[in-house]
């Protein structure tokens, strides 16, 4: 059997409720709808009628039973338009506050022992405007203000502050934190 597209179903099966109760339905339409546009093969769908009198929507008629070729209708189709959002004037102008951004926790070339988690405190002044967000940047990789489990080594953190278009507005200074971990190849 030939698979129908989801669509050419959903079509029918509103056709058949739009016209429930009905002998039989409209053949009106015309056959060269997108489908063909794309390249498409056109498939053909049947109408029948079983035992119970329910109407019976397929791709393969039963050559038992008369059956009735449904002309699918062209479907409607509406470009979509995404709407370029207007910034206010006030908003343009908080845009461009200068941000004082500082991570305050932990410090800088701190030593942390087998630590479970890092927690990094930012703070920053003003407040960050609406669609601005906090970012942590963990050797370059952005990262949660908390890090579980963070690999022994270097740590290299940097905050910033980016606008809703991914731009960075404001960085803070880098702070250098080193995890040690007790190994039992060092004893």
């Given at each position: 059997?030939?698979?129908?597209?989801?669509?050419?179903?959903?079509?029918?099966?509103?056709?058949?409720?739009?016209?429930?109760?009905?002998?039989?339905?409209?053949?009106?339409?015309?056959?060269?709808?997108?489908?063909?546009?794309?390249?498409?093969?056109t498939q053909r769908i049947y109408r029948t009628v079983?035992?119970?009198?329910?109407?019976?929507?397929?791709?393969?008629?039963?050559?038992?039973?008369?059956?009735?070729?449904?002309?699918?209708?062209?479907?409607?189709?509406?470009?979509?338009?995404?709407?370029?959002?207007?910034?206010?004037?006030?908003?343009?102008?908080?845009?461009?506050?200068?941000?004082?951004?500082?991570?305050?926790?932990?410090?800088?070339?701190?030593?942390?022992?087998?630590?479970?988690?890092?927690?990094?405190?930012?703070?920053?002044?003003?407040?960050?405007?609406?669609?601005?967000?906090?970012?942590?940047?963990?050797n370059g990789d952005e990262v949660a203000?908390?890090?579980?489990?963070?690999?022994?080594?270097?740590?290299?953190?940097?905050?910033?502050?980016?606008?809703?278009?991914?731009?960075?507005?404001?960085?803070?200074?880098?702070?250098?934190?080193?995890?040690?971990?007790?190994?039992?190849?060092?004893?």
């Amino acid at each position: 059997m030939l698979m129908l597209r989801f669509s050419v179903l959903l079509l029918v099966l509103f056709s058949v409720a739009a016209q429930a109760g009905a002998e039989e339905l409209p053949l009106t339409a015309d056959e060269s709808g997108d489908d063909e546009a794309a390249g498409e093969q056109t498939q053909r769908i049947y109408r029948t009628v079983d035992d119970q009198g329910r109407p019976v929507f397929t791709d393969a008629p039963d050559s038992r039973r008369p059956a009735q070729e449904v002309q699918i209708r062209e479907q409607n189709t509406i470009p979509m338009v995404v709407p370029k959002v207007a910034v206010p004037a006030d908003e343009k102008a908080k845009a461009s506050l200068d941000y004082k951004l500082a991570i305050t926790s932990p410090k800088n070339e701190e030593t942390l022992q087998n630590p479970e988690s890092m927690t990094v405190a930012v703070s920053v002044s003003p407040e960050p405007s609406k669609g601005h967000v906090l970012r942590l940047l963990d050797n370059g990789d952005e990262v949660a203000m908390v890090i579980e489990w963070p690999d022994r080594g270097e740590h290299r953190l940097v905050a910033q502050v980016l606008s809703q278009e991914g731009e960075v507005l404001a960085e803070s200074a880098e702070v250098v934190v080193y995890v040690q971990r007790v190994s039992i190849l060092n004893k």
